[in-house]
């Protein structure tokens, strides 16, 4: 990446800034296996656990989701012919805690001449109440054809029973052969209320074309903890990032960019979220990997954590080699924060500077944003 384009991103913040407005917990956009939708629901539940929510709650939002990622599954483009999915044909998944509501969000590739059973099938889910809506069920189960990707609509029946709220859906042309099917379903928080606000499926729009002009392939944004960065990791493991050192290369600074917010980040206000609250995504740019993290750090720290990164950026190679064995066998130094290991890893991993921006938030805290190409 040049550093030009570099410089223009953290000068606006564009990206962490949408993502806090919109209050996603993540995004995931890709290819779907059985191991990245694994992956996906224990995130979920390891934020559900982490904000307190009753196990009724959970219980609910799993069975939806199950439903949704094995809708997407089942019916994602898929061509032998291409060695990579294109990116505006690849899926999406979007989960977003706002208003008191969970909002989930499928995206797929459908074919044209497929849009008019779909839209059929949603009004009519739609224009049911919940008792016949369990009496269609029944009878799509019991009479409905099953076609070779698996059911009648039978998971979109299931979505509107256990949300007890409507599909919002929309289509987006891509070309003459298929469309981009945008599918919702929101859950309130407290199971006794009807969701609370107006949810506009033209957001999830919005917010995929975002997704697709940063090239943004994974977004994260919520508590972290080892147990959420493990979930993560394993969700990188499922990409193709063309050889296997690029890989190994990449899970390896990513877990050293996650484990620095573990260890350095700060809450902005108390609450019974778990973890240091992170917002970490992934784009591509060209050849190049970028891995963004942003999270909030103590005022006080701004000076020291400014020293050592720009120190770390003015070392040549074999001078940081130099650094970290210095600085790996410095007893006097009795932890690994004060040591700075972590930042020094980062940097002989990825061959490239540290790029970065602190921005004030209060009088005691800031948000930095830190970004390694890979």
Do not use: W
């Amino acid at each position: 990446m040049e550093q030009g384009k570099i410089e223009e991103q953290f000068t606006d913040l564009s990206v962490f800034e949408g993502l806090q407005h919109e209050d996603l917990v993540y995004v995931y956009r890709g290819l779907f296996t059985q191991t990245i939708t694994d992956s996906i629901i224990a995130l979920t539940e390891n934020n559900l656990d982490s904000s307190g929510r009753s196990s009724k709650l959970k219980k609910r939002v799993f069975s939806i989701m199950v439903e949704c990622l094995q809708n997407i599954t089942r019916h994602q483009y898929v061509d032998e012919n291409e060695e990579e999915i294109p990116a505006d044909k690849s899926s999406l998944f979007v989960i977003c805690d706002k208003d008191r509501t969970y909002q989930m969000t499928s995206g797929n590739v459908v074919s044209n001449e497929n849009i008019p059973h779909l839209q059929e099938l949603l009004n009519k889910v739609n224009s049911l109440d919940k008792e016949t809506l369990k009496d269609y069920y029944k009878e799509v189960l019991e009479e409905g054809s099953i076609s070779n990707k698996g059911g009648a609509g039978l998971g979109l029946i299931e979505m509107a029973r256990k949300s007890g709220n409507k599909l919002y859906y929309t289509f987006e042309k891509i070309d003459e052969e298929s469309s981009y099917f945008y599918m919702n379903t929101s859950i309130s928080q407290q199971l006794d209320e009807e969701p609370v606000g107006n949810f506009e499926i033209q957001d999830v729009v919005s917010l995929h074309k975002f997704v697709l002009q940063k090239d943004i392939m994974l977004i994260f944004n919520g508590g972290l903890t080892q147990k959420s960065m493990m979930e993560i990791l394993s969700l990188i493991n499922e990409q193709s990032f063309g050889k296997l050192v690029r890989k190994k290369k990449m899970c390896h600074v990513m877990v050293e960019m996650l484990q620095n917010v573990v260890k350095h980040g700060v809450k902005r206000e108390e609450g019974r979220t778990v973890g240091n609250p992170v917002i970490f995504y992934i784009a591509q740019d060209g050849d190049d990997f970028n891995l963004n993290a942003g999270n909030y750090i103590d005022n006080d720290s701004i000076e020291k954590v400014r020293s050592k990164i720009d120190h770390l950026n003015s070392l040549k190679d074999d001078e940081l080699e130099d650094f970290y064995t210095k600085r790996l066998l410095d007893f006097e130094i009795d932890n690994s924060k004060e040591a700075g290991l972590g930042l020094v890893d980062l940097r002989m991993k990825s061959g490239h500077k540290i790029e970065y921006k602190i921005t004030p938030i209060n009088d005691k805290m800031s948000f930095i944003v830190m970004q390694v190409i890979i």
